[in-house]
T-cell receptor, first 112, second 114 residues
Framework: GDSVTQMEGPVTLSEEAFLTINCTYT??????LFWYVQYPGEGLQLLLK?????DKGSNKGFEATYRKETTSFHLEKGSVQVSDSAVYFC???????????FGKGTLLTVNP | DTAVSQTPKYLVTQMGNDKSIKCEQN?????MYWYKQDSKKFLKIMFS???????INETVPNRFSPKSPDKAHLNLHINSLELGDSAVYFC?????????????FGPGTRLLVL
């Protein structure tokens, strides 16, 4: 079945540091890929998505590129802020299987 | 102008009780979902309805019963609550089926079974 593996946290960075959170997936067909963010005590918000190979999703300074050859969708940000502290989830949704399959989440803490 | 809303936000109850969680979306979407987030933050689909028809029913105890009175509402009823049901339950919605469709999540209902 479909699965998503993302780097285990927690990740702790200083403000303005570079962020990478790795995400790889296993799926049949050509899934759509998502990054969701969950701020403390809140629900999930879509951060960015990509629906086909080589697409780059971007939002709020975050980027991720759909790499079919490496089955990856790594999240990056060039300069993190304290307000980026949250749990980040990589997810996929494949073809007619429209449920979201999530990775285990990565807790990011950014210190001033 | 809340897009996906859930009530209640917090629910504390005793083992063996029956409780319901309500979800409403005002986005005009035709597909709704229930997800469970455990204490380790892991998220897993439970159910999905499309136009009031059940289309996903994962391996969930039959003590959990979803009900969709119309496209804008998907409620979750839980019978005979157990300690292991303690979790955060998220409702979500999307426009149509399809892998690329963005799902919009509610704020969650934090259920604690004592």
């Amino acid at each position: 079945g479909d699965s998503v593996t993302q780097m285990e946290g927690p990740v702790t960075l200083s403000e303005e540091a570079f962020l990478t959170i790795n995400c790889t997936y296993t799926a049949t067909g050509y899934p759509s890929l998502f990054w969701y963010v969950q701020y403390p005590g809140e629900g999930l918000q879509l951060l960015l998505k990509a629906t086909k190979a080589d697409d780059k999703g971007s939002n709020k300074g975050f980027e991720a590129t759909y790499r079919k050859e490496t089955t990856s969708f790594h999240l990056e940000k060039g300069s993190v802020q304290v307000s980026d502290s949250a749990v980040y989830f990589c997810a996929l949704s494949g073809g007619s299987n429209y449920k979201l399959t999530f990775g285990k989440g990565t807790l990011l803490t950014v210190n001033p | 102008d809340t897009a996906v809303s859930q009530t209640p936000k917090y629910l504390v109850t005793q083992m063996g009780n029956d409780k319901s969680i309500k979800c409403e979306q005002n986005l005009g979407h035709d597909t709704m979902y229930w997800y469970k987030q455990d204490s380790k933050k892991f998220l897993k689909i439970m159910f999905s309805y499309n136009n009031k028809e059940l289309i996903i029913n994962e391996t969930v105890p039959n003590r959990f019963s979803p009900k969709s009175p119309d496209k804008a509402h998907l409620n979750l009823h839980i019978n005979s609550l157990e300690l292991g049901d303690s979790a955060v339950y998220f409702c979500a919605s999307s426009q149509e089926r399809g892998g690329g469709k963005t799902q919009y999540f509610g704020p969650g209902t934090r259920l604690l079974v004592l």
